[in-house]
């Protein structure tokens, strides 16, 4: 009886709890939204004589709403620790953000993260399912300039010529950098069945915590925002695209998110915080955009290859809790442990696995210095 009295009080106080957040967070989105639709239809005369402050003001509204919808998340104790490159190093050249995709709170888990990247969050294009629209955010990414893409065959390609207008009407035009999408094209728990099928049909390999992307959405991006060459390739560097100053798009960055368990947080949790405190891993790997092929075939492989690498990266994780570093990082921990203590090296939490895949097998002798 005293074990059933004690789960009756944890399950009373978590309900509790999740009453007085959902009310919290309706008395936000009442005062914030609004505010933000307010300030920007009074702001309106300024976007006639000074488009370019008028976009400024409003992504320092943007990103004020994106940290309000993060802080949801550190109040339930949901934080995220990330690996990889420096992105902060890119943040203020253009740069598309492909993303596995396994539930709603896949975006709260970006708006956290990207809030210390410098101008990113305010001057950044999210592609997202048609659905959001219809949410308590949909007016505020309708006047951001964030694209609504619906999914399924019938569509696709209706939809890719909406993409390519949009992007040309308003991304530069409204100084945007980074553009985020999810090439997979819909939550991992829908769409593995039918991509693990396509993927036995066409002797592609199986996998079960990423599925294949989808080419459309990423094609019409290189071929709007960045540079022809003459061969055909991506052209990076200095390229200038001749309509604006902007040197177009220069980054891919591959950014793969891991839940522990696997199990996604959705927007739901986000809201009423019923889940443990969870800590979620973001890795991030970065591209030149000259290392990106454009002909279609060879764009469509490496694209694979690149959810071919987020799939092992998940597979590592479920098995031991970590992310596989890249050599940089790798190179680092060498510097770090030749300048200081060996003891220095166990925030890395390194496996021997780990260095026979980065390739730096030298480390190896480090290993009986850091504690398991």
Not at 24 to 45: D, G, K
Not at 206 to 230: D, M, N, S, W, Y
Not at 236 to 264: M, N
Request: charged residues 20%; glycine residues 6%; positive net charge.
């Amino acid at each position: 009886m005293a074990v059933t009295l004690a789960r009756a009080r944890r399950a009373g106080c978590a309900l509790l709890k999740a009453l007085l957040r959902f009310g919290f967070m309706v008395a936000n989105n009442l005062v914030a939204i609004p505010s933000y639709v307010l300030y920007l239809a009074v702001l309106q005369p300024l976007r006639v004589l000074d488009s370019q402050r008028f976009w400024y003001v409003e992504g320092v509204l943007f990103k004020w709403l994106l940290a309000m919808v993060a802080s949801w998340g550190w109040w339930a104790g949901y934080t995220v620790v990330e690996w990889g490159d420096d992105v902060k190093a890119v943040s203020e050249d253009e740069a598309m953000v492909l993303v596995n995709h396994q539930a709603t709170g896949d975006v709260c888990t970006l708006m956290m993260c990207l809030q210390d990247k410098g101008t990113v969050v305010r001057q950044m294009m999210w592609l997202m399912d048609h659905i959001f629209k219809y949410t308590n955010f949909g007016i505020v990414s309708l006047i951001h300039g964030d694209f609504f893409i619906r999914q399924g065959r019938a569509h696709r390609d209706q939809q890719l010529v909406l993409l390519k207008e949009h992007l040309e009407k308003y991304y530069r035009s409204r100084n945007r950098k980074w553009i985020v999408l999810f090439p997979e094209g819909g939550f991992l728990r829908k769409r593995r069945e039918t991509s693990q099928t396509f993927a036995k049909k066409n002797n592609l390999p199986f996998l079960k915590h990423v599925t294949l992307p989808r080419l459309g959405a990423t094609q019409v991006i290189l071929k709007t925002l960045v540079a022809q060459q003459e061969n055909g390739t991506l052209a990076g560097g200095d390229a200038v695209i001749k309509e604006s100053k902007s040197k177009g798009l220069q980054w891919v960055i591959d950014a793969t998110i891991a839940y522990p368990k696997g199990e996604p947080i959705d927007i739901q949790t986000w809201i009423l915080g019923y889940r443990q405190p969870t800590v979620t891993h973001v890795h991030y790997r970065i591209f030149p955009i000259k290392d990106v092929p454009a002909e279609p075939e060879a764009l469509t492989h490496w694209l694979y290859q690149r959810f071919i690498e987020k799939e092992d990266l998940l597979t590592h994780f479920y098995e031991t809790g970590r992310m596989l570093p890249s050599k940089e990082n790798c190179a680092l921990m060498m510097s770090f442990f030749l300048q200081g203590s060996p003891n220095d090296l166990r925030m890395y939490n390194y496996s021997s696995h780990v260095c026979d895949r980065c390739g730096y097998s030298h480390l190896c002798v480090l290993l009986p210095y850091i504690k398991k």
